[in-house]
Nanobody, 125 residues
Framework: QVQLVESGGGLVQAGDSLRLSCAAS????????MGWFRQAPGQEREFLAG????????YYTDSVKGRFTISRDNAKNMVYLQMNSLKPDDTAVYYC??????????????????WGQGTRVTVSS
């Protein structure tokens, strides 16, 4: 069964760190670009970070650049999002996504065809 399962969300205070994990049940995980998105209440889904199939290329939206780091372990079929210096504006549901049709990152959510159920992150001030 093809699926993505996120974990690691929770309630933290501003300035804290969290690491989100995404376990991927994908036969071709090693050739698949992966991305992290988030959606806050009343807002559209937002691209945060992406990583190419081999981990050699990473991309971030400006709002998280320097604070968030995406990584992957192809031997374990895992993707991670290390989030530091969290702010209340980071409060959202965070989603892991796979672009099974390509090995390179695209910032458009429509390019990703497999999504996890999401994990909630709440940052209090």
């Amino acid at each position: 069964q093809v699926q993505l399962v996120e974990s690691g969300g929770g309630l933290v205070q501003a300035g804290d760190s969290l690491r989100l994990s995404c376990a991927a049940s994908l036969r071709n995980f090693g050739t698949t670009a992966m991305g992290w998105f988030r959606q806050a209440p009343g807002q559209e889904r937002e691209f945060l970070a992406g990583i190419n199939w081999g981990g050699g290329g990473t991309y971030y939206t400006d709002s998280v650049k320097g604070r968030f780091t995406i990584s992957r372990d192809n031997a374990k079929n895992m993707v991670y999002l290390q989030m530091n210096s969290l702010k209340p504006d980071d409060t959202a549901v965070y989603y892991c996504a796979a672009r099974s049709g390509g090995g390179y990152v695209d910032t458009s959510g429509s390019s990703y065809d497999i999504w996890g159920q999401g994990t909630r992150v709440t940052v209090s001030s």
